[in-house]
Every structure is written in structure tokens, then in C-alpha cells.
């Protein structure tokens, strides 16, 4: 996949602000003993694999789930180590000082009625004012999180959405996640102008019958296409989430999916698939829905393919992102999550509270959280623990601390996801 990216790859390097990046980057791993160039060059070998590089209004986005180059937010992602002294060593071990995304869940509210939604059944008797987002958004941009997701339920139906975008400054970039209902081209507009970089919208299939009746709604397809087109109209890093069936990872399917995605003119098409939460949690025999190993390596494989595809948007998957192949899951290491109320979880799909951001300090209790989960994973943590927590049928989700902790000591991980291995040098 380099050499797919390889005249992407000469202009970065010819690019002012991505060569200060590189040089800032590079001051703080110098001095590290264990610092390398050929592991630093293996892991971005990595880092690039099964991606295509995407040029955004001057900035180059390798992948969505990480802040784009040049940026302050890239810088930010870089320094968020426990220690300013041997930056190298902690990243290569995976010890941050934050992760590099927190998702914030605005609402539980929705005007959409979808099964596999994460909130579906979650209720909150007191959503963060705007006051005690502010706060939070504030501590996580002092610990150094570069990433942060406006998320829900449907976050459009917060009216001091705008106001929240706005005050999140240069040091992390900002994404929506919308059904899109409602979203016209004088928001997006209006959102790109308060600092808003890039905007996911739901949108599941090219079948427009088939989807309304997945999310429930007569609407739905005619909303997520106009917002898209309105995403892109104003100048936002656009995105279609895309929620695919076990039956339907095909190759037929997914190029006829790209091929729709391209009259759209996305940028980007997330492949993400159903993991038992909401309506679906304690859900068995759906035999087409759910995802087995094999599913996950041939989507990994047609993720490949497509982003060989110089016409087609560029296509990213969890099952790669996540996979021990790349990253590892980063539930609670490289990622975090805040429900409406303000309890910490390591993600949406894992619903396991490690306390409330309004009782205690937001970079405490990620600390805190952070050091029992260990590891990032390999593959999806909300599919290795979902049967178990099936058994919790007398609790309300999200669990308490105590059970929390109990569940996640339990299935710590012992090695590496590839990304750290390479800088390791394995």
C-alpha cells in the first residue's frame, strides 16, 4: 500500500507544515536510548498499511481515526506521554497520558429507532450542560487527546452544539457522528466555521428501501444523502458509516457501495460491523449479522483492494484498525468514551463505568481506567466480553466500578498489536 501512495507520500514530504511536524516529532524522540529510525520507519510502514492517503484542503489524512498532517492536533497526539523524557520508549510500550480519541455522547436522545445503536436502552436522567462539557473538553485538551467525537444518541438535537465545536481550540481536530436528519448545508456551513473537521454520517447501504427500513425510518436514506452532499459542499472531511451484515461482505456488494459512495463524492466510506449492544445485545442466532473470523479477513482483504482504486473514496475498517495486524482495539488505551450523564467508559460498546467525570477529575479517572485495561487488544474488546456480560441480566448497564475492573483485569492482554512491535524492533 506505500506504493499506491507513493506520489501522496513525495508531496508530504515537500509540505512545509508536515516537514515541522516531522521535525518537532523527531526533537522529542531523539535523546531516547531506545529510540531508532529503522523501527520508527517499520511502524509507519504499519501505520500505512491497507491505507490510501487522502488530501483534505492541505492537510493528509491517513486515517480518520487519528488527527490529519499538518496539524497541532498530529503534535498534540506526538507529546501525550506520561513523561516528557523518553518519549519514544512509552509510545513503543503504549503509555499514554491520554488517548489519542474520546468520543463524547451528547444525548441519549434520537429521532431514529436503530436495533444495533449503543445507546438504544441507555437512558440518562441529567445530560452535562454545556458548562460541564466545556470543562471536560478543557481536560481533555490539557491531557492531550487530539481527537475528539461528538457522538450520541443524535448530538444535532443538543441546540449548544455549535457552541461546544467552537470552543474546542487547534490542539485536537473534531468530528460529528449523525444520522444526518436535519442537517442542511447552512449548518455544516456554520460547523466548519466553528472548527468543526469532519463529519460521519450514517448511511448503510445503496438500497434505499433497504435502509429505511434498517434505521427505521421513510427518511432516512434522503436525509444521510443530502446531508452528505451538504458535508461536502461546505468543505468538511466527509464520511459515510457504514454498518455492514455479516451476508452482505462481498465483494459485489462493496464495489457497488464504493461505486455509490463516489457519486456522492465522499471522501471516506467506515466499514464498521453489528456488535451486540442496544437491541442486539442479547441477541445469538442472527447467522447473517454477525461477524466471524473469516468475515473480518476478507473485508480486510476488500479493504486492500479498494483503496488501490485511485477513483473510488477511500475505504477504512475496524476489523483492520483493530486487528493485531495494525493497532489493536483501543478501548480504554488509544480511545474513550463519556456518556450524557458523565460516567467514563472505555466505549460506546462497552458498557463498563470506571466513575463520573463530575465527581472526580477527567485525567484521574482515564488514569485510572487506563491502567487496568493494560494493553490495547487484539480484534474488537466489546466481541471478546459481550457473551459475558449477556449474564449480567440483573445489573443496569453501564456496570459499576468494582464489576468493571473485575471484567476488565480478567482479560488483559499479554503482547503487542504490530504498530508497537515494530517500534520495538520485534
Given at each position: 500500500?506505500?506504493?499506491?501512495?507513493f506520489?501522496?507520500?513525495?508531496?508530504?514530504?515537500?509540505?512545509?507544515?508536515?516537514?515541522?511536524?516531522?521535525?518537532?516529532?523527531?526533537?522529542?524522540?531523539?535523546?531516547?536510548?531506545?529510540?531508532?529510525?529503522k523501527?520508527?520507519?517499520?511502524?509507519?510502514?504499519?501505520?500505512?498499511?491497507?491505507?490510501?492517503?487522502?488530501?483534505?484542503?492541505?492537510?493528509?489524512?491517513?486515517?480518520?481515526?487519528?488527527?490529519?498532517?499538518?496539524?497541532?492536533?498530529?503534535?498534540?497526539?506526538?507529546?501525550?506521554?506520561?513523561?516528557?523524557?523518553?518519549?519514544?520508549?512509552?509510545?513503543?510500550?503504549?503509555?499514554?497520558?491520554?488517548?489519542?480519541?474520546?468520543?463524547l455522547?451528547?444525548?441519549?436522545?434520537?429521532?431514529?429507532?436503530?436495533?444495533?445503536?449503543?445507546?438504544?436502552?441507555?437512558?440518562?436522567?441529567?445530560?452535562?450542560?454545556?458548562?460541564?462539557?466545556?470543562?471536560?473538553?478543557?481536560?481533555?485538551?490539557e491531557?492531550?487527546?487530539?481527537?475528539?467525537?461528538?457522538?450520541?444518541?443524535?448530538?444535532?438535537?443538543?441546540?449548544?452544539?455549535?457552541?461546544?465545536?467552537?470552543?474546542?481550540?487547534?490542539?485536537?481536530?473534531?468530528?460529528?457522528?449523525?444520522?444526518?436528519?436535519?442537517?442542511?448545508?447552512?449548518?455544516?456551513?456554520?460547523?466548519?466555521?466553528n472548527?468543526?473537521?469532519?463529519?460521519?454520517?450514517?448511511?448503510?447501504?445503496?438500497?434505499?428501501?433497504?435502509?429505511?427500513?434498517?434505521?427505521?425510518?421513510?427518511?432516512?436514506?434522503?436525509?444521510?444523502?443530502?446531508?452528505?452532499?451538504?458535508?461536502?459542499?461546505?468543505?468538511?472531511?466527509?464520511?459515510?458509516?457504514?454498518?455492514?451484515?455479516?451476508?452482505?461482505?462481498?465483494?459485489d456488494f462493496?464495489?457497488?457501495?464504493?461505486?455509490?459512495?463516489?457519486?456522492?463524492?465522499?471522501?471516506?466510506?467506515?466499514?464498521?460491523?453489528?456488535?451486540?449492544?442496544g437491541?442486539?445485545?442479547?441477541?445469538?442466532?442472527?447467522?447473517?449479522?454477525?461477524?466471524?473470523?473469516?468475515?473480518?479477513?476478507?473485508?480486510?482483504?476488500?479493504?486492500?483492494?479498494?483503496?488501490?482504486?485511485?477513483?473510488?473514496?477511500?475505504?477504512?475498517?475496524?476489523?483492520?484498525?483493530?486487528?493485531?495486524?495494525?493497532?489493536?482495539c483501543?478501548?480504554?488505551?488509544?480511545?474513550?468514551?463519556?456518556?450524557?450523564?458523565?460516567?467514563?467508559?472505555?466505549?460506546?460498546?462497552?458498557?463498563?463505568?470506571?466513575?463520573?467525570?463530575?465527581?472526580?477529575?477527567?485525567?484521574?479517572?482515564?488514569?485510572?481506567?487506563?491502567?487496568?485495561?493494560?494493553?490495547?487488544k487484539?480484534?474488537?474488546?466489546?466481541?471478546?466480553?459481550?457473551k459475558?456480560?449477556?449474564?449480567?441480566?440483573?445489573?443496569?448497564?453501564?456496570?459499576?466500578?468494582?464489576?468493571?475492573?473485575e471484567?476488565c483485569?480478567?482479560?488483559?492482554?499479554?503482547?503487542?498489536?504490530?504498530?508497537?512491535?515494530?517500534?520495538q524492533?520485534?
Amino acid at each position: 500500500m506505500v506504493s499506491g501512495n507513493f506520489f501522496k507520500i513525495i508531496s508530504m514530504v515537500l509540505n512545509k507544515g508536515v516537514r515541522k511536524n516531522f521535525r518537532e516529532g523527531y526533537k522529542l524522540v531523539k535523546n531516547d536510548p531506545n529510540f531508532s529510525i529503522k523501527n520508527s520507519l517499520k511502524s509507519r510502514v504499519v501505520m500505512l498499511s491497507g491505507e490510501k492517503i487522502v488530501k483534505h484542503e492541505g492537510q493528509y489524512i491517513i486515517s480518520s481515526f487519528s488527527p490529519p498532517l499538518p496539524s497541532d492536533a498530529f503534535s498534540q497526539q506526538a507529546k501525550a506521554t506520561p513523561k516528557k523524557e523518553n518519549v519514544f520508549t512509552q509510545q513503543m510500550l503504549a503509555q499514554r497520558n491520554a488517548p489519542i480519541s474520546f468520543f463524547l455522547a451528547l444525548t441519549y436522545n434520537c429521532n431514529y429507532n436503530c436495533d444495533h445503536c449503543s445507546a438504544k436502552g441507555r437512558t440518562s436522567e441529567k445530560e452535562l450542560t454545556t458548562k460541564e462539557w466545556k470543562s471536560v473538553i478543557s481536560d481533555l485538551q490539557e491531557m492531550g487527546t487530539s481527537v475528539i467525537g461528538f457522538t450520541g444518541g443524535e448530538p444535532l438535537l443538543r441546540k449548544d452544539l455549535e457552541d461546544i465545536i467552537s470552543f474546542v481550540d487547534e490542539r485536537s481536530v473534531t468530528i460529528l457522528y449523525t444520522n444526518g436528519k436535519g442537517l442542511t448545508y447552512e449548518k455544516a456551513k456554520s460547523f466548519k466555521e466553528n472548527g468543526l473537521f469532519a463529519v460521519g454520517v450514517s448511511l448503510d447501504s445503496f438500497d434505499e428501501e433497504y435502509f429505511n427500513e434498517f434505521r427505521k425510518n421513510k427518511n432516512a436514506f434522503k436525509n444521510s444523502v443530502d446531508a452528505l452532499k451538504n458535508c461536502r459542499k461546505a468543505g468538511l472531511y466527509t464520511m459515510m458509516q457504514t454498518v455492514l451484515r455479516k451476508e452482505d461482505v462481498t465483494k459485489d456488494f462493496l464495489f457497488e457501495l464504493f461505486r455509490f459512495g463516489k457519486e456522492l463524492d465522499v471522501h471516506e466510506i467506515r466499514i464498521l460491523e453489528p456488535i451486540r449492544s442496544g437491541k442486539l445485545f442479547y441477541t445469538d442466532s442472527r447467522e447473517g449479522i454477525f461477524f466471524d473470523k473469516e468475515t473480518r479477513q476478507k473485508l480486510i482483504q476488500l479493504q486492500f483492494k479498494i483503496n488501490k482504486k485511485l477513483k473510488l473514496p477511500k475505504m477504512i475498517t475496524f476489523a483492520h484498525t483493530e486487528s493485531d495486524a495494525k493497532y489493536g482495539c483501543g478501548a480504554g488505551t488509544q480511545h474513550s468514551y463519556i456518556t450524557p450523564n458523565g460516567d467514563m467508559l472505555p466505549c460506546d460498546f462497552v458498557p463498563l463505568s470506571f466513575g463520573n467525570v463530575l465527581d472526580k477529575e477527567v485525567k484521574e479517572l482515564w488514569k485510572e481506567m487506563n491502567s487496568i485495561i493494560g494493553l490495547p487488544k487484539s480484534g474488537c474488546f466489546a466481541n471478546k466480553i459481550n457473551k459475558e456480560l449477556q449474564t449480567y441480566k440483573s445489573q443496569v448497564f453501564p456496570l459499576e466500578r468494582s464489576l468493571s475492573e473485575e471484567i476488565c483485569l480478567k482479560h488483559q492482554s499479554k503482547t503487542y498489536p504490530k504498530f508497537y512491535r515494530a517500534m520495538q524492533g520485534k
